[in-house]
Structures are given as C-alpha cells and as structure tokens.
C-alpha cells in the first residue's frame, strides 16, 4: 500500500519559486504541502553563487539576505565595449548570495507559516480523476506514496515533473522542454585571484563569457551556452583560457540550465498550476528566473487562495493567474526574447556600433531593462535610431541587412506583446489566441 498524505495545495519542489508560493500561501493560512525529490540542505548547490536584485525584495516582502547567505551587495555592474577599452555601469544593485541558504531560509518561512516539506520525494507522475489533477504519485525514501490535493503546483524547474505527466487535452502544453530551447550555464569559482584581473562584476559585449564576484575576493567566471552542459563547459574553458589564461586556483565548477522559450499559452487546467522554470518564467534576458518566478508566484498564490475560498479549482477558476501574468510580465518577456537575443547575436563591429552610439547597449537601457523587464523603445525612440542607424550604412559602418534585421524584429516584438496584452479573458478564447501565438512565434 502507498502511503498517502493530503493537503489543499500540493506544491511538487521546494526550489526557489515552490518555496516562495509555499511561504505565502501557509501564510495565508493555507494547508500546504512541498515534495522535493532532494535532500533539502542540496537544493540550489548545483549553482551555489547566484544574483538577486536587491529592490525585488521589498517587492515580494522577503526580509533580505544578511551574512552568511549574502557574500556582497553588489551596487553596479561593468559592461565592457568589444575592445575592453571603455565600460558603463548599470546601476542596479543585487545582492551576490549562496543559493542553498537563501531557499533554505525560505523553507524556514514555510515551516514558520505552517507548511509542512518532505524531502527524498521524488514525483514519478499526475494523478487525473474526472479530468482534474488531483494529486501526484512517486517514490518518498525509495517506498512508493501518493499525495492528494485540491490543487497541484508543479515547481519542479525544467523537469517539469507534473507537468510533462498531464494527458494530452488536458489543457496545457506537456511536452518537455527541448534542448534547442535550452541553455546551460556553467560557472567556475576561483579564488586567490592575483592583482590585474577583473574585480566587481563584468559583463563583455560580443563576448560569451562573465567573471563576477564570489566568495570574499573570490571571482566566479561563467558562461551561457546552446546545446549541452559539456558545450558550456568547454566554451567557458576555451574562453577563460584565451582571455585570461589560469587566473588564481579553481575551487568549484558548476553547471546548469534555464529554458529559452516562449510562455506557455496556459499555466493552469483543472485543479493545476505551473510555476517558475517548469513553465519558462525566466527573465527574457539573462536567463535567470529567481525574481521573475516570485512575479508569477505573488499573482499564484491570490489566485489559488480565490479559486479554493469559492470552490472553484477549475481550470476557470484558476484563469486568472494567466490573465495576470501574461498581459504584464508575460508580455514584456515575448517582447524582450523576440527582439534583443538576435540583436544580441549581430556581427561583433555592428555591436560596438550600437554601444559607440548608445543604442541599447548602453547605461540608460540596460538599467530600464533590469528594472522593468523590457527596453524603452516607443516607436519615436525607434525612429531615432533607425535613422542614426541608416547613417552608419552609408558611411559604410553598419551593415543594411542588420537595420533591416533589427527593424523587422523590432516590429515583432511589438506585435508579440500587443498580442500578450490582448491574453483572452476566459479559457473560451484560447484556441483562437493560440493560433496566432504559434504563428508569431513561428512554433
Ligand atoms: C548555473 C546557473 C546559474 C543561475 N544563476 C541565477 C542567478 O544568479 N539568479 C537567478 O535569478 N537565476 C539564476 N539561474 C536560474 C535559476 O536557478 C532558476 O530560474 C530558478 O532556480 C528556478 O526556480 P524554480 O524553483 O522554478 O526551479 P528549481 O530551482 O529548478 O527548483 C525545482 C526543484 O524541484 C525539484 N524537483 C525536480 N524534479 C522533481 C521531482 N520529480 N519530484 C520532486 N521534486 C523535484 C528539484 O530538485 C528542485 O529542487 C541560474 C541557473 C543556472 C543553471
């Protein structure tokens, strides 16, 4: 016999995202219970240093990190030109902080709240009665268990462990995330790094790599690759070694990965919910997801504790959670990923263009972006700089295909978001509004 436990919300991971909509909704005073399939003390220890904007904790009223769970506050990062002779700084201060005690504490707040979190519990598939996601089956310490609930959250990160189990029909889109849509990051930390080398955080334009600060005077080098985590491995070696040789003693290497795809149409159906990087909630950006998953979580948790104080846990019951996110954060996101990652990707001379002539790539964009998730390009600011653009073609500088590149996806972009703030008010609208997303899209 599984042993069976019960509870009103079932969160499947006790990673950043399921612990954050866990803390809030106990706190709410709701009956809620986390699986993770890891021992808790080894959550986040695969990435182990991470970012967090420090004005998000305000935000999401998470008290912030102090010592050791903070390693620094750092007030500005340095995004160097091509040539690495000149830099800006994007003032937007974030905290550098050790992943696995952050979610810790947030575990804590659970337990504090009322939640209750078991661990070694590995969620093995959904279980669907009447067309509604009632609860989950695994393995809990090698014994087999089911867990019931009247709404089920997957918040198990790219393995999608509920998500990818939902039937076909059910509602919301069940297909694993695929590797082309995938980007591994790997990281090396190194320390005793002698004098000359980066200090602070740094960012290169044109180069793949970032070399950041870590623990004490430490520096954590990273890189973001397509493919494979081997690929993200040997880029960041390749480019480590071409750019700085062997700099101070290798402590750690770490890898990871973060989907690169656009949202989902649906992050609920009947009696489920998806949240963070099981449903690509990272910034359209960077990659990553920690903060812009609490977006996702904050409208989450309003929406389950309405749906279960009516009655209502259906997929209509739980559709505003859709409407909410996608129109606003979802939809800056679908503007950012069509636009930026391309331009991200133009022929190196034609990036130092834009950075010598303050287009996007510059101190007022990037701090506008980090802020509030997407570039300030109203179609006058976008005239602008096509024009300053077409100047650089004729003096020979900027390549016309690439204006002709950026402005198409420039028009994309606004038309992908426009379609987003036009999310349908009701599941009734789906169909039609899909059609166009996988049209814009292209998939
Ligand atoms: C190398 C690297 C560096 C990064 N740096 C940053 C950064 O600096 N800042 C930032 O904001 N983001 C960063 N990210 C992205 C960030 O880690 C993710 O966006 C974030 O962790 C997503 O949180 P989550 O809770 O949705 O998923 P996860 O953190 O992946 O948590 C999911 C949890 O579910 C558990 N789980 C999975 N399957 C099952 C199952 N079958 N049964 C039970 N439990 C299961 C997992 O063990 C895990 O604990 C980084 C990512 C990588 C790879």
């Known amino acids: 016999m599984a042993q069976t436990c019960t509870a009103d919300v079932l969160i499947v991971g006790a990673g950043p995202t399921g612990s954050y909509l866990g803390w809030k909704l106990a706190q709410a005073g709701c009956d809620v219970l986390l699986l993770e399939a890891l021992p808790l003390e080894k959550v986040g220890a695969h990435i182990e240093v991470i970012h967090l904007d420090q004005v998000r904790f305000d935000e999401f009223a998470i008290p912030h990190p102090l010592p050791p769970e903070r390693l ?7 995004v160097w030109s091509i040539d690495g002779s000149e830099h800006f700084e994007v003032r937007y201060p974030f905290y550098v902080a050790n992943m696995p005690a952050f979610v810790q504490r947030l575990h804590g707040y659970v337990r504090q709240a009322g939640g209750r979190i078991i661990d070694h519990a590995r969620v093995e598939d959904a279980i669907i009665d009447n067309g509604f996601c009632c609860g989950v089956r695994g393995t809990c310490a090698g014994e087999p268990f089911e867990a019931r609930a009247r709404i089920t959250v997957d918040a198990s ?15 919301v889109e069940n297909c694993p995330l695929p590797p082309e849509q995938t980007f591994f990051c790997a990281l090396e930390l190194r320390d005793d790094i002698p004098a000359g080398f980066p200090t602070d955080n740094n960012s290169f334009l044109g180069a793949p790599g970032f070399w950041n600060k870590s623990y004490g005077d430490g520096a954590i080098l990273g890189i ?31 890898v990871g990965c973060s989907p690169y795809r656009r949202a989902p149409s649906s992050y609920v159906g009947d009696g489920f919910a998806g949240v963070g990087d099981c449903v ?20 989450a948790q309003e929406v389950i504790l309405a749906a279960l104080e009516q009655g209502d846990v259906s997929r209509k019951g739980l559709w505003e959670y859709n409407v909410r996110y996608l129109r606003g954060q979802g939809a800056k996101f679908a ?19 834009l950075y010598r002539h303050k287009i996007i790539f510059c101190q007022e964009d990037y701090e506008y972006l980090n802020l509030h998730y997407e570039l300030n390009l109203p179609p006058a600011r976008w005239e602008a700089i096509c024009r300053q653009l077409r100047a650089g073609v004729q003096e020979g500088a900027f390549s016309s295909n690439s204006l002709q590149l950026m ?25 039609a509004w899909s059609t166009v997303t996988h049209s814009l899209w292209g998939y």
Request: glycine fraction near 12%.
């Open 335 to 353: 503007g950012v990923m069509a636009f930026l990652f391309p331009v991200n990707g133009l022929p190196r001379q034609e990036v130092d263009y």
């Open 407 to 431: 402005d198409t996806l420039y028009g994309l972009s606004r038309r992908l978001k426009a379609h987003y703030l036009a999310y349908p008010d009701t599941p009734e609208g789906l169909p």
């Open 224 to 254: 973001i690759a397509p493919g494979s985590a081997d690929n993200a491995r040997n880029a960041l070696t390749q480019w480590r070694e071409t750019t700085y040789g062997h700099p101070g003693r290798l402590v750690a290497r770490r």
């Open 72 to 78: 620094h506050l750092v007030p500005a990062n340095r």
């Open 280 to 299: 690509y909630q990272n910034k359209a950006f960077s990659g990553e997801g920690i903060t812009s998953g609490f977006t996702a979580c904050s409208i």
């Open 157 to 171: 990160g790219t393995a999608g462990a509920v998500r990818t189990r939902l039937p076909d029909g059910f509602g």
